[in-house]
């Protein structure tokens, strides 16, 4: 069996799994979880793992695979899978499903995924952990619109190799700031309140608004989400259910200091559907 590898550093979330189970308890307990796809942030657990917890936490608890749409890649790449027979979580061992990963080959052109990148491996603990008997199906959308077709081909798939499926859509908001090359509004409060009311709340209201292209433009036009096809690729797979997107919670790594820093970043944790 051939299987992927951890490349994030001990930093990025926690490996011991009692610690893990331990941070992500008070999310177990959560009333009736019943969404089929969210929204989560995918930085170290320190800044954004209480607001992906609360996303993943919210999924319906039934299911066969877990998809999880990691990004980081422009328009024009191809969608990028992971072509391993599984992956080593803190857990253990998480298989990943070919029979479904085969069934979205035929409906999408895929490259392997050969590259270290965060926005899936940072949350496959919690996965695992919320889903110990479920597969995965590792996968990375471009910033295109051709990420919303290929949403609504993942549903496709599944229904063609008879599973149910859940889907994470992996994407931080607003990375403002000296570290990010990007701080139009300068720095301390305004800068913040720019970034929370005004940068970020555009592209959260394009996604609770379902508007894909608007969730493309803003990403685009306002640098506010890194990973615009990870989002495109839910809201295709959610297509136009009647449900809509529910914001669970928004928040930025300044709250984890004391004082406003020079940079941070925006998270959101998003019900789709």
Known sequence: MKLRESCLSSG????????IKDFLLPFATAA?????????????WYYSGAVAAKAVSSL???????????GHLPGGIPVLSAEEDGVKTPFGIMKIDEKLRLEFYKQVEC????????????????????????ELLWLRFPSEISSFEAGKMLNKAALNAGRRILVISSTDLTHYGRNYGFCPKGYGRDALDWVEKINDAAFINAILEKKAELVLERAEKDRSAC???AVLGGLGFIGSQEQSPKLLEYRTSAGAESEIPDSFV????????
């Not at 990025?12 to 610690?19: A, H, I």
């Not at 925006?266 to 559907?273: C, E, M, P, T």
Request: overall charge negative.
């Open 60 to 70: 319906a608890r039934e299911a066969d695979t877990v998809v999880i749409i990691g």
């Open 32 to 44: 009736a979880p019943s969404a089929k796809a969210v929204v989560a942030p995918h930085a170290g």
């Open 12 to 19: 990025w979330y926690p490996r011991d799994g009692e610690k």
């Open 227 to 229: 990973s615009a096809g």
């Open 266 to 273: 925006g998270y959101a944790a998003i019900l789709l559907g």
């Open 111 to 134: 490259a392997s995924d050969r590259y270290e990148d965060n926005t899936v491996e940072v949350l496959l603990p919690m996965v695992h952990y919320f889903f110990p008997e479920a």
